[in-house]
């Protein structure tokens, strides 16, 4: 039997789990066996650039933190090599990032196991699906590019009639 010591240690570790979890709108859980350390060093820095927190922490210590924060669903997923990444601020770039780097790496090495975003648990095709979409960042841009080009249009319109309108007068 485990002494109180083991035990509160353990207690602080699901609390502090629970805390970041909890602080989080977005998080990817990964099989990562087979990847090398560089590989591992170059994702890293891909997500930690990203704001995105990336750790590999115990099966059992995650399903205990995932319950005490009501997220529940991960009893399938949480076998084997387990690391998790979590975001505060971006629903999408744990996925998009760990999604990316797994399809470079082949199903063999580093798979996508499951996911939530903002409470929501998502199954492996959910989460593949999540990867898909670009960042907040992207999706704006695309915005705002799909707005100005009508706008544009819309302008040498409207320039192209006052043109004409000012020779008529002239004329």
Do not use: H
Not at 108 to 120: H, I
Not at 135 to 142: E, F, H, I
Request: glycine share 8%; net charge negative; proline share 2%.
């Amino acid at each position: 039997m485990p002494s109180n010591a083991v035990l509160e240690a353990k207690k602080a570790k699901v609390e502090k789990l629970t805390e970041i979890i909890k602080n989080s709108v977005s998080g990817v859980l990964v099989d990562y066996k087979g990847i090398t350390v560089e590989e591992d060093t170059k994702l890293r820095k891909e997500l930690r650039e990203a704001n995105v927190n990336y750790f590999v922490e115990k099966n059992t210590m995650l399903l205990r933190a995932f319950k005490e924060c009501g997220i529940e669903g991960f009893e399938e997923a949480l076998n084997g090599t387990t690391a998790l990444a979590v975001s505060n601020d971006d629903q999408t770039a744990p996925a998009r990032i760990l999604g990316k780097f797994a399809e470079k790496a082949g199903d063999d090495k580093f798979n996508l196991k499951a996911g939530y975003v903002e409470g929501e648990v998502y199954d492996q095709a959910g989460v593949v699906a999540l990867s898909k979409i670009p960042s907040k960042d992207t999706l704006l841009a695309q915005l705002v590019g799909s707005l100005q080009g009508p706008l544009q249009k819309l302008a040498a319109t409207l320039n192209a009639v006052a043109d004409k309108k000012k020779e008529e007068e002239a004329a």
